[in-house]
C-alpha cells in the first residue's frame, strides 16, 4: 500500500481546514480555526490502488512573519496552498507560501523542486465580493508550475474531491519517477564499481 503525504498551507481566514475536511467527511465545518498543528489519516483508493493519505495542516498564522514550512516541506510528498478570492492578503501569503516551497525545495532537496503543488482559491460562492480574479490566480499557478482550481468548501464536494485527486494522481507519478532515477542512479553505479574492480584485476593479472 501506497503512503502519501500532503500538507495543506495557507493564511488564517483561507478555508484551507474548512476545503479539508470537506474532503475527507463530505461535511462543510465553516469558520474554523486551530491553534495546534494536526494530522489527518484517510484510506482511499485512486485507479485501483491502494493508499494511506495523511494530510498535515499547520495552524495559520496571521502575522506577515514566514509561515509555518520548516516541519511541511521536507516531509510532504505535495502541497495544497490555500486562498480566499474575497481577501487579497490571503492570495499575497499565498504567493510567499509558493516562493518559500520552492525555496525550501532548491535548498533542501538537491534542485528537486518540482514537487506537485496545487494552488486553491476558496469561497467561489463569494464571488460578488471577490477581490482576486480568476485569471489572477491563474497566472500565479503557471508561473509556479502547479495546478489551479477555485472551489467553494461550503458548496461543493465533487470540485474539492477532483482537485485531491488529481494532486495525488501527480505526487504518485512524481514518487514513481524519483524513485526510478534514484534506481537508474543506483545502477550506473554499481555498474561503475564492478567495473573498477574487475579493470583493476585485469590490469594486475
Known amino acids: 500500500m501506497n503512503d502519501i503525504k500532503l500538507a495543506l498551507l495557507g493564511s488564517e481566514g483561507a478555508g ?32 485501483g490502488r491502494q493508499l494511506n493519505l495523511e494530510v498535515f495542516d499547520p495552524c495559520s498564522e496571521s502575522s506577515e512573519a514566514r509561515c509555518i514550512l520548516e516541519e511541511p516541506v521536507d516531509w510532504a510528498d505535495g502541497f495544497v496552498v490555500v486562498y480566499n478570492i474575497s481577501d ?12 518559500q516551497i520552492r525555496e525550501a525545495r532548491m535548498d533542501n532537496c538537491k534542485g528537486d523542486v518540482e514537487v ?15 477581490q482576486v480574479c480568476e485569471d489572477e490566480g491563474r497566472c500565479l499557478a503557471q508561473e509556479n508550475h502547479c495546478n489551479f ?43 561503475k564499481l564492478i567495473n573498477n574492480v574487475f579493470g583493476k584485476r585485469r590490469k594486475s593479472v
Request: net charge positive.
Open 149 to 191: 482550481q477555485e472551489v467553494s468548501a461550503a458548496e461543493s464536494y465533487q470540485d474539492i474531491a477532483n482537485l485531491f485527486t488529481q494532486l495525488i494522481r501527480q505526487v504518485m507519478e512524481h514518487l514513481k519517477y524519483r524513485a526510478d532515477r534514484r534506481r537508474y542512479s543506483g545502477s550506473k553505479s554499481m555498474a
Open 88 to 99: 487579497r492578503s490571503s492570495f499575497i501569503h499565498a504567493k510567499n507560501i509558493l516562493l
Open 16 to 47: 484551507k481546514s474548512a476545503v479539508l475536511v470537506r474532503f475527507l467527511t463530505r461535511r462543510f465545518i465553516g469558520e474554523y480555526a486551530s491553534n495546534t498543528n494536526s494530522l489527518y489519516h484517510k484510506r482511499l483508493s485512486i485507479d
Open 116 to 130: 506537485p503543488v496545487c494552488l486553491v482559491g476558496n469561497k467561489q460562492d463569494l464571488c460578488h465580493i471577490r
